[in-house]
């Protein structure tokens, strides 16, 4: 009976450091600065140009140029490595509600994010 409850915790904590794992995996692919090839929406469509960026950085900060605008958001990754939580900073202040997007694809040469809140569809192409 020890023997099983032995395996039943190991096997358990396992599943815990491998969880974690997968968190910091995504998270370090996603600290980086990534060119925009599109966003697109309901109303608006834009093809990224070479001076356009996100760049996730380390310290929790969104810094964007597209369109030849710069913008400022905070960001969290949660545990689920799948799901992104955006918080507008103005006047330095956070925003105290995030805008929620779904990180459909991530790997070391792509990133796709979409999000839907009520009638609007917004998904970001992203390329390093």
Known sequence: M???????????????ISCKKNDNTNLSLLQHTWQVVSVNGEA??????????????????????????FDTSNYSLLTNGRTLLLY??????????????????????????????GVVFALDSLKR
Not at 60 to 67: E, G, S
Not at 106 to 113: D, P, R, S, V, Y
């Open 44 to 69: 608006y469509r834009y093809l990224g140009t070479a001076q356009d960026y996100y760049n996730f950085a380390p310290d929790n900060f969104l810094y964007q140029y597209i369109n030849k605008n």
């Open 88 to 117: 507008h900073v103005v006047h330095g202040i956070k925003s105290s509600t995030p805008f929620t997007f779904n990180i459909n694809s991530l790997t070391n040469k792509q990133l796709i994010l979409s999000n839907h809140s």
């Open 2 to 16: 020890k023997t099983i409850s032995t395996c039943i915790a190991l096997a358990f904590a396992l599943m815990i």
